[in-house]
């Protein structure tokens, strides 16, 4: 039996234009994010509880787009999405179209300990948060000034757009801004890839007894149809965990659900007989189009693997001898 | 520490000696005549032996018909994403079935439908949830893979969307048959306790239980199809679970669980969605095909023996072979096949006690 390892996201496709200020905020909250899993492991809480844990930290925090910070529909609203997933028994929890929910991750857990299915949307689940009395807050509260002036952006551009960092810092010349991040000719989803960053929040864990979980978090896409559901929610798309292996996916939302993913690493390690790096690099390879996504995984014996094909990946990673490891580009 | 390794059948075990009761391979190879392999069925918790005719040839009549109309479409050469459409929406025109007009109720007594579609060649993909007005799910689903950026729209997004496309809506009144009323009722006073949150919940006993005609759970609708190009298509359709919880989402619209099609096989799983999630079943056949190495009967065993809990699941499947195959681990499984050659079948128990 190997120790624990632990591994977080941000959302993988960075612009690589993006300020320094903000890289290093970014690092220091995966570092923060880390170290919060860290101590829960070291307390022997279960990988189950630790990827909750810090999945409701990244969504707390505004950087990252999940919870305080999500990306807005069309309509300007929040409609944020989750999933959670414990390897031991594959049971699993998934929320789609949260408006008022504070920790989207803790309702997805709660969708699996406490109702008799795996996912409720909408209204239905904004329901059954209330009857289980978890923190509600305003649509405002999730509403970032940064993400009124992407949104905007988004607009003008007619297009779907996740990001609200760039275009944010040239709000006064939005123009100018979107030229920049055409010049730099890096597309994702057939858009400029400084207005184009997912940056869903995503943490797995294997626990000191190779139990593995996987959970993530998303507010979306930038300008997204209301109703719009991505990969986040899609127990084996963008989350999955099994005897075996924790994994959690980013990037773009429509490529990770086609490409089943994250049940793919797991699928190649058990039918294919791949180690986890192996099996990560190999679905990286084989089921995504290049510039799509990225994925950060554990597995049972205490390995901790992340691939991406994007620019640049938000992640961090730690193992249970010492190990530390927070960067964005390869 | 070490997983427990499951047991995969031997993909050399003598696979390709097996008989095949499904299409003339040669007249495949060389382009004569259509490749045909279409296979619809509807599926229940539990069909007692004695289900009462009046229960049973309604369904069997139905899925005569619209296998019928399969086989038509692709000897028309219809391209099969059309054919699964096809089919589906009258699966979902059929009150007998759990989709569309027919489907069951939330807890509320309303209706929330669902469906997803799947082109094998290029994994393109649509998926609706939290349907109420929209009368052939399966044909919002079609429109949010082409019309949409997205793959998957939910509630009220995708009946604003139902809107904007135009496509034909209704009261949500429509969808609901006085069976279903009744269903409800007799589900609400078996669930009472588990659908009571300050109880501890008992999981997985609400999708269990049956009530004394022995079909208060039908299921899902689905259609797979593949032509004699090998292109391969998968649709599902359904009204979810007898009391199930307002803004419940199963596996019918959650591509890998209850639907899936590559290059390789198209499959509609259909069942205790929950089971069918967690076993990513549809993703899975086509997994061990592609991983593995196993053919579709091989890898559709595997799954519906080894993947999922006795009693949860069903699936049909065919592969760009042209071989069609229909799996399930329930007592029985409305279902209907037919393959080029002219083979077809329709079956409602296992084969063996059927004769």
């Known amino acids: 039996m190997g120790g624990w390892a632990i591994a977080v996201h941000g959302g993988a496709g960075v612009d690589p234009n993006l300020p320094t200020q903000r890289q290093e905020e970014a690092k220091q909250l995966l570092t923060r994010c880390l170290n919060l899993g860290i101590s829960a492991l070291r307390s022997s809480l279960s990988a189950i509880d630790v990827v909750e844990l810090v999945v409701r930290e990244l969504e707390s925090d505004p950087l990252f787009n999940s919870g305080r910070g999500s990306a807005l529909t069309e309509k300007g609203t929040v409609e944020m999405e989750a999933s959670i997933m414990d390897g031991p028994k594959r049971r699993c929890g998934a929320v789609s179209g949260l408006t008022t929910v504070k920790n989207p991750v803790s309702l997805a857990r709660l969708v699996m300990d406490k109702s008799p299915h795996s996912y409720l949307a909408f209204s239905g689940a904004e329901e059954f948060a209330r009857q289980q009395g978890v923190e509600m807050v305003d649509n405002e509260y999730f509403v970032t000034e940064e993400n009124l002036g992407m949104l905007k952006l988004a607009k003008e551009a007619n297009a779907i757009v996740f990001d609200y960092r760039i275009p944010a810092l040239g709000l006064e010349t939005c123009s100018a801004g979107a030229g920049a991040a055409i010049d730099n000719g890096l597309q994702m989803n057939g858009l400029p890839i400084s207005i184009y960053a997912p940056e869903t929040v995503g943490c797995v864990v294997v626990d000191s007894q190779g139990r593995c979980a996987a959970a993530t978090s998303t507010g979306g896409l930038m300008n997204k149809m209301t109703g719009r559901i991505g990969d986040s929610p899609l127990i084996g798309s963008g989350t999955y965990a099994c005897n075996l292996c924790g994994v959690s996916c980013t990037g773009e939302g429509e490529a990770i659900i086609r490409g089943t993913l994250a049940r793919d690493v797991a699928a190649v390690m058990e039918y294919k007989g791949l180690g986890l790096q192996e099996a990560v690099d190999y679905v990286v390879r084989e089921r995504l189009d290049e510039g799509k996504a990225g994925m950060i995984a554990v597995s049972n014996n205490g390995e901790v693997a992340y691939g991406f094909n994007t620019t640049g990946m938000f992640r961090g990673c730690a193992t249970d001898d010492g190990f530390m490891e927070v960067g964005i580009w390869e | 520490m070490v997983s427990k390794k499951k047991k995969v059948p031997n993909p050399h075990s003598g696979g390709s000696q097996k008989k095949k009761k499904v299409p003339n391979p040669h007249r495949r190879v060389v382009g004569v005549g259509v490749g045909v392999g279409v296979a619809v069925a509807e599926w229940s918790w539990d ?309």
């Open chain 2, 47 to 355: 069909i007692p032996l004695t289900l009462p005719p009046g229960r049973r040839e309604p369904r069997v009549a139905a899925l005569h018909h619209c296998l019928q109309i399969g086989v038509e479409a692709l000897k028309a050469k219809l391209p099969p994403l059309d054919v699964v459409e096809l089919v589906v929406r009258e699966l979902e025109n059929n009150p007998h079935f759990n989709a569309g007009k027919g489907s069951v109720l939330t807890s509320n007594g309303t209706v929330e439908m669902e469906a997803c579609i799947m082109d094998g060649n290029t994994k393109n993909c649509g998926a609706v949830s939290g349907l109420s007005t929209v009368v052939n799910a399966i044909s919002l689903a079609r429109l949010v893979m082409e019309k949409t950026p997205h793959i998957y729209l939910g509630f009220d997004g995708a009946e604003a969307f139902a809107r904007e496309q135009g496509v034909e809506t209704v009261d949500p009144s429509h969808f609901i048959t006085p069976e279903n009323v009744e269903r409800l009722q007799q589900a609400k006073e078996v669930n009472r306790v588990q659908i009571d949150y300050t109880q501890p919940i008992q999981k997985e006993i609400l999708a269990e239980t049956h009530t004394a005609n022995g079909d208060s759970q039908i299921g899902t609708v689905g259609c797979v199809a593949v032509d004699s190009h090998g292109n391969l298509a998968t649709a599902t359709s359904t009204g979810g679970l007898v009391n199930k919880m307002v803004g419940r989402i199963g596996d019918t619209p959650v591509i890998g669980a209850g639907t899936y099609a590559n290059s390789l096989c198209a499959v509609s799983a259909t069942g205790k969605g929950e089971a069918i999630i967690k076993a990513t079943v549809a993703r899975d056949v086509a997994a061990l095909m592609e991983y593995k190495g196993l053919s579709l009967k091989e890898a559709a065993a595997y799954v519906i023996d080894e993947c999922v809990p006795k009693g949860n699941a069903g699936l049909v499947a065919v592969s760009a072979k042209g071989d069609v195959i229909m799996q399930f681990n329930t007592s029985g499984m409305f279902r209907a096949c037919a393959t080029e050659d002219g083979y077809s079948e329709v079956g409602i128990w296992p084969s063996s006690m059927q004769n």
